[in-house]
């Protein structure tokens, strides 16, 4: 089986959330003035209160890719771990990309095994069990941006830190960082208010319409310097590619200030 270890494309990570872009959307949006391609200090700040207020007043729904902003949310990362959890045991799509997964994973074949555990990540991404063996799977085969990628999103989740702290430190260590443990993270927050994974990367870079988030290095990046995931969300309404993508929201948030 021929298999390239970053399978997943960023718009396409889950499938009932990362439908591709068509039509207008895909188009990039020129801005007058290249020495102004960034959005402004005073546009920052008034799409950080806009985001949020809008956010906390939606009718409660809660998807497992679900964020929400309010300070006193009515779902927490840590009830999204726990619902991931609980309803991943009886996902036969999942169980059997499991199945298989392990079998091809018992045999060495770990391309394979890779392929297979994605699959089963792209049904729950907050499973940090799977995050863990799917990381494995890419150590293995020398991939280790990818997987420091993987055990660093597991432990954002909560991963249990004897099955995930060495193997993370080694990675990282292969990678010209480190990683040592300073506490577990504070799940029982709102998921912008939590450590973020690969899965939120990917997530908020489809929201934000930043593409390009198939680079590990940027990637990794994030997930070794970023708090939180509003933090994450803040550094890409920063990016040129946020502006350029985003024009018409943009005139609106300005329109609507004055």
């Given at each position: 089986?021929?298999?390239?270890?970053?399978?997943?494309?960023?718009?396409?990570?889950?499938?009932?959330?990362?439908?591709?872009?068509?039509?207008q959307?895909?188009?990039?949006?020129?801005?007058?003035?290249?020495?102004?391609?960034?959005?402004?200090?005073?546009?920052?700040?008034?799409?950080?209160?806009?985001?949020?207020?809008?956010?906390?007043?939606?009718?409660?729904?809660?998807?497992?890719?679900?964020f929400?902003?309010?300070?006193?949310?009515?779902?927490?990362?840590?009830?999204?771990?726990?619902?991931?959890?609980?309803?991943?045991?009886?996902?036969?799509?999942?169980?059997?990309?499991?199945?298989?997964?392990?079998?091809?994973?018992?045999?060495?074949?770990?391309?394979?095994?890779?392929?297979?555990?994605?699959?089963?990540?792209?049904?729950?991404?907050?499973?940090?069990?799977?995050?863990?063996?799917?990381?494995?799977?890419?150590?293995?085969?020398?991939?280790?941006?990818?997987?420091?990628?993987?055990?660093?999103?597991?432990?954002?989740?909560?991963?249990?830190?004897?099955?995930?702290?060495?193997?993370?430190?080694?990675?990282?260590?292969?990678?010209?960082?480190?990683?040592?443990?300073?506490?577990?993270?504070?799940?029982?927050?709102a998921?912008?208010?939590a450590?973020?994974?690969?899965?939120?990367?990917?997530?908020?870079?489809?929201?934000?319409?930043?593409?390009?988030?198939?680079?590990?290095?940027?990637?990794?990046?994030?997930?070794?310097?970023?708090?939180d995931?509003?933090?994450?969300?803040?550094?890409?309404?920063?990016?040129?590619?946020?502006?350029?993508?985003?024009?018409?929201?943009?005139?609106?948030?300005?329109?609507?200030?004055?």
């Amino acid at each position: 089986m021929t298999f390239h270890p970053m399978t997943f494309h960023p718009t396409a990570f889950h499938p009932t959330t990362f439908q591709p872009m068509t039509g207008q959307t895909d188009e990039v949006i020129s801005i007058v003035g290249a020495e102004d391609p960034y959005v402004d200090a005073q546009t920052l700040a008034r799409l950080a209160e806009v985001v949020p207020a809008a956010t906390a007043v939606a009718p409660f729904i809660a998807p497992p890719s679900r964020f929400d902003m309010a300070w006193q949310p009515s779902v927490t990362r840590a009830g999204q771990i726990a619902r991931t959890m609980d309803r991943a045991r009886s996902d036969d799509r999942f169980l059997g990309a499991i199945a298989r997964a392990d079998a091809a994973r018992d045999a060495g074949h770990w391309p394979e095994a890779l392929q297979e555990y994605g699959m089963a990540l792209q049904l729950w991404p907050l499973h940090w069990g799977y995050c863990i063996q799917y990381a494995h799977m890419a150590k293995e085969q020398g991939s280790h941006l990818l997987a420091e990628i993987w055990y660093r999103s597991a432990v954002a989740l909560g991963a249990v830190p004897d099955m995930v702290d060495p193997h993370l430190a080694y990675v990282a260590r292969a990678n010209g960082s480190d990683f040592v443990r300073c506490a577990t993270p504070d799940l029982d927050v709102a998921p912008m208010l939590a450590p973020p994974t690969v899965h939120d990367l990917r997530l908020l870079g489809a929201l934000t319409r930043v593409r390009g988030l198939s680079d590990e290095a940027w990637m990794l990046d994030l997930l070794r310097h970023m708090p939180d995931n509003r933090a994450v969300l803040m550094q890409m309404l920063q990016m040129p590619e946020f502006a350029r993508n985003n024009r018409d929201l943009l005139d609106i948030v300005q329109a609507d200030h004055g």
